[in-house]
């Protein structure tokens, strides 16, 4: 089983849509989680940290259910803008080191 | 801005040829990643560095090697290309490890022939 799995999608929704990803993570002992953002043909950019407590910034909320071992993001109001892949980003304690694992990513398609 | 700068954006190499990608950041980070990104697999860790004339292996090392002589510069080395080694490589670096605040750059496209 992948440590981190994602649905790469495409998703297609229309602009003003409210869309959301899930990020489902196999290991328990994962300590921290991020949501990074990835343009065609461009690097990976840190969108937003994930809390226990739940983190919103804008039209973006990303949350963390440990108990069934999942993150999610939602964006409301969707933009063209907003078209891009979602990477969910897992880490955890490995020999000493922070093991990092990056999902395939979730392609957003926001269309007119 | 800060930036990462990879030294190619796009490199075509003949199998068997030794390969250098080079990686400078300025930000003044300890910790410096190479990563390979191919479809359907997502980023897959090559090698990492916490620090100067540190290197420790990530989840796929095999046929490649790195070297950081100085603290903004990470050099991937690919000892003999193969033409599974076409992909695309992204460096990264960070103010801390765990996965927080990776600055990356652009990427090179590398195709081996």
């Known amino acids: 089983r992948k440590e981190v799995e994602q649905d790469p999608g495409p998703f297609n929704v229309p602009e003003g849509a409210t869309v959301a990803f899930n990020c489902t993570y196999s290991?328990?002992?994962?300590?921290?989680f991020f949501w990074y953002r990835q343009d065609c043909r461009k690097e990976p950019k840190l969108l937003m940290s994930v809390y226990s407590s739940g983190n919103e910034d804008g039209r973006f909320t990303a949350q963390l259910n440990r108990a069934s071992q999942y993150i999610s993001l939602l964006i409301r109001d969707s933009k063209l803008s907003d078209s891009a892949t979602y990477l969910c980003v897992v880490s955890r304690s490995s020999g000493g080191y922070q093991k990092v694992t990056f999902g395939i990513g979730t392609k957003l398609q926001v269309i007119p | 801005d800060v930036k990462v700068t990879q030294s190619s954006r796009y490199l075509v190499k003949r199998t068997g040829e030794k390969v250098f990608l080079e990686c400078v950041q300025d930000m003044d980070h300890e910790n410096m990643f190479w990563y390979r990104q191919d479809p359907g697999l997502g980023l897959r860790l090559i090698y990492f560095?916490?620090?100067?004339?540190?290197?420790e292996k990530g989840d796929i090392p095999e046929g490649y090697s790195v070297s950081r002589e100085k603290k903004e510069r990470f050099s991937l080395i690919l000892e003999s290309a193969s033409t599974n080694q076409t992909s695309m490589y992204l460096c990264a670096s960070s103010p801390g490890t765990g996965g927080y605040g990776y600055t990356f750059g652009s990427g090179t496209r590398l195709t081996v022939v």
């Open positions: 290991n328990s002992a994962s300590q921290s």
């Open positions: 560095s916490y620090d100067v004339k540190m290197k």
